[in-house]
């Protein structure tokens, strides 16, 4: 199983990042499928302030391109990628449209 972290960033405003968690706290059944067929079999996500962390566990199986070609012909996804976007903003150095970015590893304990 591979592990992948990513980041993003929520507009700088209480009542958006209020409003994002409780999207959070009841994701729809549709985006928790299209997330499980794609290969993801564990993901987390953690804030500090308006700086999110995503972490992805995956299996063998998974890859970010075959996730993106689901993703761009489910509706449901793309109604509620749009709908994240009210609160998200893309990080320095992301181009256009895309949003989490995902981060290197630089240190694992052994």
């Known amino acids: 199983m591979k592990r992948y972290c990513l980041t993003l960033d929520l507009i700088d405003d209480d009542s958006l990042i209020a409003e994002y968690e409780d999207h959070h706290r009841k ?4 985006i928790l499928e299209s997330i499980t067929t794609s290969g993801i079999v564990q993901m ?5 302030k308006s700086r999110l962390f995503m972490i992805m566990d ?9 996730k993106a ?3 761009a012909s489910n509706a449901k996804v793309q109604e509620w990628e749009n709908l ?5 903003q893309a990080l320095p150095g992301a181009k256009e449209a895309e949003k989490w ?4 590893s630089i240190f694992k304990l052994k």
């Open 27 to 30: 994701v729809w059944p549709e």
């Open 58 to 66: 995956v299996s063998d199986g998974f890859s970010f391109e075959k």
């Open 44 to 48: 987390e996500i953690y804030r500090f």
């Open 84 to 88: 994240m976007w009210k609160y998200q």
């Open 101 to 104: 970015m995902l981060m290197d």
């Open 69 to 71: 070609d689901m993703d």
